[in-house]
């Protein structure tokens, strides 16, 4: 039987908004209703890690992914032109066939977690924190983290450019 505490509660109210959310996402039709649903899911996720003390974690979720994902698409939105006419596609076995692979992942992820040995030993929290994180990043990661930096500096200008050129024709 499960202890209903507080924190199971939290977790569970949490979990059921991150995957609502994600269906939401995969089902709206509109691009703003589902930047919205994303967003509402990766909070949701950032609820999770607060759950798990893994707060560093949390802020940088809420930060890079809530934050500039959700701004990335709403300028992908403003840089695109849309047609207000919506589509209807008939799938009559698109249903059946979603319904059919979702239970055979849930079927294989249970089984999968069911049958894995996990150790039961705990890391000392007191060696990972945010201070030992930033030394190994700019101490022993910093090339590759500079070279990230240069690689999203130029995915945007690239981004400008193209934005750019489609407006002018």
């Known amino acids: 039987m499960i202890e209903m505490s507080g924190e199971f509660i939290a977790f569970f ?14 089902n709206f039709t509109r691009v703003v209703h589902m930047v919205l649903s994303l967003a509402f899911t990766l909070l949701s996720i950032a609820g999770i890690y607060v759950l798990l003390n893994a707060e560093f974690l949390a802020v940088a979720q809420v930060l890079i992914y809530t934050g500039s994902v959700s701004i990335l698409m709403l300028f ?29 992942l849930f079927g294989i992820l249970v089984h999968t977690i069911y049958n894995t040995p996990f150790e039961e030993s705990t890391a000392s929290v ?3 924190t945010v201070s030992r994180l930033g030394e190994i990043v700019f101490k022993q990661y910093v090339i590759p983290f500079e070279a ?19 407006s002018k024709t």
């Open 76 to 104: 992908g939105i403003m840089l695109t032109r849309h047609r207000d006419q919506e589509e209807t596609v008939v799938r009559p076995w698109h249903g059946f066939f979603s319904f059919i692979g979702v239970g055979a």
């Open 148 to 166: 990230l930096s240069i690689l999203l500096l130029v995915a945007l200008v690239g981004a400008v450019i193209l934005a750019r050129k489609e």
């Open 126 to 128: 007191k060696e990972f």
């Open 13 to 26: 109210v949490l979990a059921v908004c991150a995957i609502g959310g994600a269906v939401f996402m995969l």
